[in-house]
């Protein structure tokens, strides 16, 4: 059964202090890992694709990068804009349809 | 370029009742997914649409159906509902089968 798995739960950090959250799964067929941003009572804002081991991206403060095993996204200097849910997902394919699974989510708090 | 939408925004519904939710996809976009969002918790997978017929279903009961539109619109209908299905309904759209998902801003469902 695939599993993601994102840690920490929660992270407060003062504004500038730099972090990275984590995101370890285990599937079967890995069509892609995904990251997504989500603010209270909003649907998921989409970040990031990474398609295999070793690749980058980086968008502004943000900065994915995936292993065989986990992906890390790493925020520097974070600013208190930057406060929400980031969301990670593997994509698979079930039959015909290519299906994300996310983690539960890191809950990211910056103050000022 | 116009985003997904969705509709309602908010919904209240007894239990035994049936529902519909509405999708709108993104331009160009042939591919819609719905998933389900549980408070604190990341989206869970109900099923996709592809070019009208549906080619993959997450851990869902038969009483999840949907719908895709000629325009690539969407429907998700709920029959007998249970107070286990108050949850954020999301709706996805992509470019094409495993490209990146982008989300409506979703239509939250309360079952009393």
């Known amino acids: 059964e695939d599993q993601v798995t994102q840690s920490p739960e929660a992270l407060r950090l003062q504004e500038g202090e730099s972090s990275s959250l984590n995101c370890s799964y285990t599937v079967s067929g890995l069509r892609g890992l995904f990251w997504y941003r989500q603010d209270p009572g909003k649907g998921p804002e989409f970040l990031f694709t990474l398609y295999s081991a070793g690749e980058e991206k980086e968008k502004e403060r943000l900065k994915a990068t995936l292993t065989k095993k986990e992906s890390f996204l790493h925020i520097t200097a974070p600013k208190p804009e930057d406060s929400a849910t980031y969301l990670c997902?593997?994509?698979?394919?079930?039959?015909?349809?290519?299906?994300?699974?996310f983690g539960s989510g890191t809950q990211l708090t910056v103050l000022p | 370029e116009t985003g997904v939408t969705q509709s309602p925004t908010h919904l209240i519904k007894t239990r035994g009742q049936q529902v519909t939710l509405r999708c709108s996809s993104q331009?160009?976009?042939?591919?819609v997914s719905w998933y389900q969002q549980a408070l604190g918790q990341g989206p869970q997978f109900i099923f996709q649409?592809?070019?009208?017929?549906?080619?993959g279903r997450g851990n869902f009961p038969p009483r999840f159906s949907g719908l895709q539109f000629p325009n690539y619109s969407s429907e998700l209908n709920v029959n007998a509902l249970e107070l286990d299905d108050s949850a954020l309904y999301l709706c996805?759209?992509?470019?094409?089968?495993?490209?990146?998902?982008?989300f409506g801003p979703g239509t939250r469902l309360t079952v009393t």
């Open positions: 997902a593997v994509q698979v394919t079930r039959g015909s349809a290519r299906q994300l699974t």
């Open positions: 331009s160009g976009h042939n591919t």
């Open positions: 996805a759209s992509s470019r094409d089968l495993g490209r990146e998902q982008y």
């Open positions: 649409y592809y070019r009208e017929e549906e080619n």
